[in-house]
């Protein structure tokens, strides 16, 4: 069996976490610099506030409504989800951590247990060890378990958050409720061309002859719809490096200077660079960007891309730097308001396999150069060992004018308690 453990509304219950007053309140996260909705709690869901929604444009709602705004804290909430998946590994060693708020555990050899009453210890045990509110759904295969869990949490107060698929009853009546477009792995493409012939339900789904769906969903969607038919074909997945690697920012304002923008690209590049050495890869390629502010009409609009073969595959920054900042010259021009760049790096190889040219340019002194740069930025806080290229009399930072405290990764912020003393004694 299957169980998918699903966070509630992750983000806004974090928050909530170390602030009480907040539940039962309306509660919206925002993206990078503040700009667009990227959670929303059940409450300002039902306001109306859909997801991506440009805050700016939705000010006066959130002012109308006394809606909680807070800008990403992502150093409480990956912290907060590492605390969940640790303990949810006490249950069962197999465990595939699907994303920030998610996650996959198999339970083989559990046949003589009875897993709902494992499932309530899981739930109980997670919300007294962070107070994060939970779904638990389980089923014979993940594609069920993601439904069960989906059921759970959209009929939370009939089953309390939890929902095991254990009969073919109760599979084809979950399938039989189940939209097509709501079906993990189904896409909006995917669900128009189901819709066009009929097909609207996850049930509807299983029923489609193998050939048909092999012919236009290719391997993928057959494993799905086998998966959904209660026959286990999707099994865990172990994480897999990355196959290309960005670093992208809104910027706190509009960039008109040349070289404010070289420095925010170097910055990108140098963090592309850390990224791929964590994950021990090399690129070939670097991809960069630059546009406008796409919501300002009243503004000149300009937006390019180039893509830049590197001479050999590197992780170094110094390198990366110097292709990234190649790039932006090209496709960089004068009269503009700019909002937003990035840098992207593809093309990954890992590092042991590693081909030269015969008149390869590369210095050999980057990689060591590189790990001790690494090593002192992990020791003592990241941009603690900046390159030329960045500005070093400046921090760039994001626009985050609603940042709650980093409670549970900063000594500084840690939560204040206030207490009254009494005076009789």
């Not at 900042?325 to 992207?344: D, H, S």
């Amino acid at each position: 069996m299957f169980a998918l453990i699903d966070c509630n509304n992750f983000y806004a219950s974090c928050e909530r976490v170390f602030n009480p007053a907040l539940n039962h309140q309306p509660v919206v996260v925002l993206s990078n610099n503040d700009g667009c909705v990227i959670a929303r709690s059940n409450e300002a869901k039902k306001l109306g506030i859909p997801m991506g929604a440009p805050a700016f444009k939705f000010a006066s709602t959130f002012e109308k409504h006394n809606i909680h705004i807070f800008s990403s804290n992502y150093a409480l909430y990956g912290d907060m989800s590492s605390r969940v998946m640790n303990l949810l590994s006490e249950f069962t060693p197999e465990i595939e951590i699907y994303s920030i708020d998610e996650a996959f555990l198999k339970f083989d050899g559990f046949e003589l247990f009875d897993l709902e009453k494992i499932a309530f210890q899981m739930k109980q045990k997670v919300t007294k060890g962070t107070g994060i509110p939970i779904s638990i759904g389980i089923a014979p295969t993940k594609a069920l378990a993601k439904v069960a869990n989906r059921i759970a949490k959209k009929f939370s107060e009939k089953t309390n958050g939890i929902y095991i698929i254990d009969s073919e009853e109760k599979r084809l009546k979950a399938l039989k409720w189940l939209p097509i477009e709501d079906i993990w792995g189904i896409g909006r493409r995917h669900a128009k061309r189901l819709r066009n012939i009929q097909v609207k339900t996850a049930f509807q789904f299983t029923e489609l002859p193998d050939d048909w769906v092999r012919k236009n969903m290719t391997i993928v969607g057959l494993r799905l719809k086998h998966d959904l038919q209660g026959k286990p074909t999707l099994d865990l997945e172990q994480p897999a490096s990355k196959k290309m690697i960005a670093t992208t920012r809104s910027f706190d304002r509009m960039l008109s200077d040349y070289e404010d923008i070289r420095e925010r690209i170097a910055t990108f590049a140098i963090s592309c660079g850390e990224k791929l050495r964590k994950q021990n890869s090399q690129c070939n390629l670097l991809m960069i960007f630059l546009h406008t502010n796409g919501f300002r009409k009243d503004l000149p609009q300009y937006g390019k891309n180039i893509v830049i073969n590197t001479e050999f595959p590197t992780n170094s920054s110094i390198d990366l730097v110097k292709y990234a900042t190649k790039g932006l010259r090209n496709i960089f021009q004068e009269g503009y308001q700019y909002k937003k760049a990035g840098v992207i790096v593809m093309g990954l190889t890992p590092n042991n396999q590693k081909q030269f040219s015969l008149f390869s340019e590369e210095n050999p002194k980057h990689e060591n150069l590189m790990k001790i740069v690494d090593r002192l930025n992990f020791s003592y806080g990241n941009n603690k060992v900046k390159f030329g290229s960045q500005s070093l009399d400046k921090q760039w930072k994001m626009k985050q004018e609603k940042l709650s405290p980093r409670y549970s990764t900063n000594i500084h912020e840690i939560i204040n308690i206030n207490v009254k003393k009494d005076k009789k004694k």
